[in-house]
C-alpha cells in the first residue's frame, strides 16, 4: 500500500527494515551501524524524532518490551512493510537505470 | 574530589568545546547552575558531552520522555537549566552526535535560532522602550533626575545585550544556510 512516490530517507528505510524484528532503541542503532558497515550513526536526537513519525503514521508500533525490561520496543506494522516493498522497487528501477547507463558508456 | 568552577558563556558551542577540554584532562561535569560548574574528577577522556536546547524545559513531560529515551541508549542526563541540557555518553561507544542527518539537523539549528531571535527581539524591546521613556522625559521634565538616567542605562544596556545576541547567533544562520544548500543535493 504505497502512500507516494516520494522517496523515503536513508534514515527511515533503514529503522523500517531494522524492525522486521522488534527492537528498542538502541537495537536499532547498532542495527543500522552493522548494516550500512558503520556509515550510518545514527545519532540519538534524530532516532527519537524518527521512530516518533514513524508512530503516528502508522508505520510502526510499540510493543511491550521483554519481562523486566523497561525499554520499548517497536515493530513494523503491514503497512510499513508495503512501504519497503515500494521503495525497493523504486530503489530497483534507480539501480537498472543507473547500470545500465554507465555500461553503455563504457562501449 | 569536586571542583567548582564560575564561569558565564554565551555561545554554548564554546561551552561546550570547554567542557569537553575539561573532560580530557579528567574533570567531568556534574551539575550545572547558573554560571556555576561543578566537576568531578574521573578518567581523563571518558566522556563526550553535548549540549542541547529542548523544544520545552527539562522538567516537561515531553522533554522527560525524550531524555528517558536518551538514557536508553546509553546517554546520560548530567544536568539541565531551563531548556538546555547537558548530555554526556562514554568515549568508547564512539562518536557522539545528538544529531545526524541534515533534516534533524537543521530542525534542531531552527530551534536555536528562533531561541536567540526570541530573546534579542525581548531584549531590545525593553531597552527601546526604556530609551524612549527616558527621552520623553527629557523633553518633558527639565530637570531630569536619577531615576531618569536609569532608563538611560537600563534601556542602553539591554538593546546592547539584544543586538549581542542578534551578533551571537549569526554563525548559526550561516550554517543554516549552508546546509540548505546542501539538502537540495543530499538528504
Not at chain 1, 542495527?31 to 508512530?55: C, E, H, Q
Not at chain 2, 531548556?83 to 537543521?106: C, H, N, Q
Amino acid at each position: 500500500m504505497p502512500e507516494s512516490k516520494n522517496a523515503l530517507t536513508e534514515v527511515v528505510y533503514y529503522i523500517l527494515l531494522s524492525l522486521y524484528t522488534p527492537l528498542h532503541g538502541y537495537g536499532i542503532m547498532q542495527n543500522v551501524k552493522d548494516l550500512s558497515k558503520n556509515r550510518v550513526d545514527l545519532g540519538p536526537g534524530t532516532l527519537y524524532g524518527a521512530i516518533n513519525t514513524l508512530l503516528s503514521k502508522g508505520w510502526i508500533d510499540p510493543i511491550e518490551g521483554e519481562k523486566g525490561s523497561r525499554k520499548k520496543e517497536y515493530v513494523i506494522t503491514d503497512v510499513g512493510k508495503g512501504i519497503v516493498q515500494a521503495e525497493i522497487l523504486r530503489l530497483d528501477e534507480l539501480i537498472k537505470n543507473g547500470k545500465k547507463v554507465i555500461k553503455e558508456g563504457q562501449l | 574530589m569536586k571542583h567548582v568552577v564560575r564561569k558565564a558563556y554565551w555561545d554554548y558551542e564554546k561551552e561546550e568545546k570547554w567542557i569537553n577540554d575539561m573532560t580530557a584532562k579528567g574533570m567531568h561535569l556534574d551539575n550545572y547552575s547558573w554560571c556555576k560548574y561543578t566537576f568531578v574528577e574521573g578518567e581523563p577522556g571518558e566522556y563526550i558531552y553535548r549540549l542541547e536546547l529542548l523544544e520545552n524545559t527539562a522538567t516537561h513531560a515531553e522533554s522527560i520522555a525524550y531524555l528517558k529515551f536518551l538514557e536508553e541508549n546509553g546517554v546520560e542526563h548530567v544536568s539541565s537549566y531551563m531548556r538546555w541540557v547537558y548530555l554526556r555518553k562514554k568515549a568508547t561507544e564512539g562518536p557522539f552526535e545528538v544529531y545526524t542527518d541534515i533534516e534533524s539537523k537543521m530542525k534542531y539549528f531552527k530551534r536555536v535560532n528562533s531561541f536567540w531571535l526570541s530573546l534579542s527581539l525581548a531584549e531590545i524591546t525593553i531597552g527601546l522602550a526604556n530609551l524612549g521613556i527616558w527621552i520623553a522625559n527629557l523633553t518633558a521634565i527639565e530637570e531630569y533626575s536619577k531615576f531618569i538616567n536609569v532608563n538611560l542605562i537600563g534601556g542602553a544596556i539591554c538593546t546592547f545585550i539584544g543586538l549581542g545576541c542578534l551578533s551571537l547567533s549569526r554563525p548559526l544562520r550561516k550554517k543554516m544556510r549552508q546546509l540548505k544548500n546542501e539538502s537540495h543535493v543530499h538528504e
